[in-house]
């Protein structure tokens, strides 16, 4: 028994104190080392975060590297793929096109209303600093979901930045690096995001799940396991995290969510795509209820009132287009008939020329039939006189001239 | 000639597990995070823990080291924590060595079980209660067993490498 105790021991130490053949380490020296890296990273000690940045930038740009061949592979796959999709994308791109266009005056009209509206709580905030990142490294890792970009404390990335996907949020910057930053997605699951659900503004945090989803947190007010209705999610701004307003996703009804007791948020971006993205901060604008921002919400009323005088005409001059469009569809209605009953009129008057003309035919043949009883025989050639014979027009014109000779 | 080429051969095949290594910590393609709901597993724990049973040189702690800061640096654990699993690892390894005389596959694959298991308890510790980390337990136990699991398939793979393609012994 103490025997085997011994074995142990002696195997352990082997194993963790001797420094081996070919290793310029021990075992235990460097696991030693180790916790006390950690400890002192945690710790903030200035000496180690230098270490920290500098293995940071070498091993983000090694990672750049090696990653190359994959992310090649990758981005040809995406390629293909999307050019096969390219026909199906492009028919509902057209539709889409459609509807954008016609809600498009009617956003313009409900942003200049909200701008005018926030300015009046002074809850107005501008961009003061817009970048654009290309993704170094996209690694998803089972502690945290994060993406590595190319811009860092040179470029004035800041901690607390917001990163933006063509307008859509996707993440904040956790870490800033002289070169480099690393962004929290919000898919990640220590991310929690102050959100809110339209319509009905309905606020709750929200956490990352999975690369295309997230969960609601702490829902409040609302039960919306009976929600029928598919729900957007924007930023609420609480806490002043984020701006309010930024899209995240939507909440389909819940038939597509039945097997979860959580509201599923879908969000608008893919995170396993990204390649450039948007690092954007802001700042509240200066002066909300002073006499420039009076003459600032004047002019964006008198700028409201003008759009709205503008979609008002539009809307009568839409209007008038319609009923001309009625009035002539209906002109040439009626064109069409009236050609048509000049046409069977002027076939009628041809009819009734032609018959007139067999009357005026017929009236002198009658005429010609009743002098030639009464003055025939005085043009008909015989054996005693050298008139005309009767077929003859001579003969015809003589009848008519009642026998009588010509001057 | 040919006892150059060989020589050659070996000394590539010498580079060849610390340059995997190297290759998975930095590569974005992460077998822990590969996007299936019920499937990950740990490649980085397979090639360590047979390596270092394997006792093949230029498997250096220092360099297991310096892969494990790399590892913290792409994954965003904080900075030293994969290093320590890592070292962990290839001390359980070294025991099960040193107390092994006649080397038997299903020992060293129940013992990877156990290593696994006590310092993927150790690492979910240092990151819940230390660094506030919410890690999720189903997760990582479906890592685990898939890492327990593929290991075999790794071992026989990496013995077909050894043997078949760079005809090492």
Redesign the interface.
Known sequence: MESSRDDIVIAIRSAFLKKETQQRFSLLGLIFFSIIFLVLGSLDFKPVNYIKTIVKEIVYRSSYIISGPENFVKKNYVTINNHFKLYEENKINIIKLESFKKKDLSNKIITLENIKYKKLIDDYFIKDNETFAKVLIDKQSPFLRSIIINKGSKNNIKLGMIILDEGYLIGKIVEVNYLTSRVLLISDINSKIPVSLQPGDTQAIMSGKNRRSGVLQYIKDKDLKNNNEELVVITSGAGGLFISGIPIGTIKNKKDDLKTNNEIVHFYRNFSQLKYVKVVSYSREKGSLDTSSKNDSAKQAGKVQEANQMEETLKILLEQKKIAEEIRIKIEEENTIFKRKIIDQQNEILIIKDDIKKNIIQKEEIKFLKLNLIYGHKCKKSVFNNLYKVTSKKYRDCVFRKGLKKN | MSKINQGNIEVFYKFVPITLLF?SV?????F??L?IKYF?FNFSYILIFYYSLK?T??F???LI?VA???ND?????????S??IY??L???A??L???TLRPNLMKDWIFFLITILIIKSFSFL??TF??D????LF??MI?IIFTFILYLIFIYLFNFIKTNLFGVN
């Open positions: 290759i930095l590569n974005e393609i992460d822990n995070n996007g990950s006792k040189k230029s250096s702690y220092g080291f494990g800061l790399f640096v792409v994954v965003g654990t904080p900075m030293g924590i290093s320590l070292l962990l290839c001390g359980a070294a025991y060595r040193n107390i240092i990151l230390i660094f980390y919410e890690v999720i997760d990582q890592n």
